[in-house]
């Protein structure tokens, strides 16, 4: 199953760690895409356990984590009890972070740079590339919705490949095919 999350770490710069604690830019989506990303990819470095932690905490700070989750089941969500959600609401997190927080420490050597902002009113959406030696740049397209007085990420398209549309079918191929609550253990699982 491919996350959003995925796209947003992978665009991660390879600046030195950066303490869990560093603030994200968040005034500005360009500069709010470049230090989220440089700050993410700061925080898995190191200690894997310690790093989910920081990871997860970054991940509930400036990515809209409920209406992402909420989008993934749209189609379900008229057909699951209020226990079943609430049981999603609680596994999704920790399922993001347990399934792709270890896989991130291989694009220590990416570099992220923002390419364009085009605001939208209460939205933007900032075009990125990402390079890692020896391979083909990658382009990102981060999907910022403004939340407060700030910007929190809502979906990314990476290689002309939607995250949020890819995950929600991944999630609909295994409702289909087990149930939900099949779905809600699996995520417990990864998480």
């Given at each position: ?34 230090s989220?990303?440089?700050?993410g ?58 399934t ?16 364009r ?29 403004k ?19 890819a ?25």
């Amino acid at each position: 199953m491919r996350s959003v999350i995925v796209a947003a770490i992978l665009a991660g710069s390879s600046i030195a760690a950066v303490p869990a604690t560093a603030q994200v830019s968040n005034q500005d989506p360009g500069k709010f895409v470049q230090s989220l990303a440089t700050t993410g990819f700061g925080v898995l470095k190191g200690d894997k356990g310690t790093a989910r932690g920081k990871f997860r905490s970054l991940l509930a700070q400036h990515f809209a984590v409920d209406a992402i989750g909420d989008r993934l089941i749209r189609r379900w969500r008229p057909k699951i009890s209020d226990v079943q959600y609430k049981a999603y609401k609680t596994a999704f997190p920790d399922f993001i972070v347990g399934t792709y927080a270890d896989r991130l420490y291989d694009y220590s050597d990416a570099d992220i740079k923002v390419v364009r902002v085009q605001n939208q009113g209460n939205s933007a959406a900032v075009l990125t590339q990402v390079t890692r030696p020896g391979a083909r740049p990658v382009n990102a397209i981060w999907a910022l919705a403004k939340v407060g007085g700030g910007y929190k990420v809502t979906n990314l398209t990476v290689g002309g490949v939607n995250i949020a549309v890819a995950q929600e079918a991944d999630f609909n191929s295994y409702v289909q095919r087990n149930g939900f609550d099949a779905l809600v253990n699996f995520m417990e699982k990864r998480g």
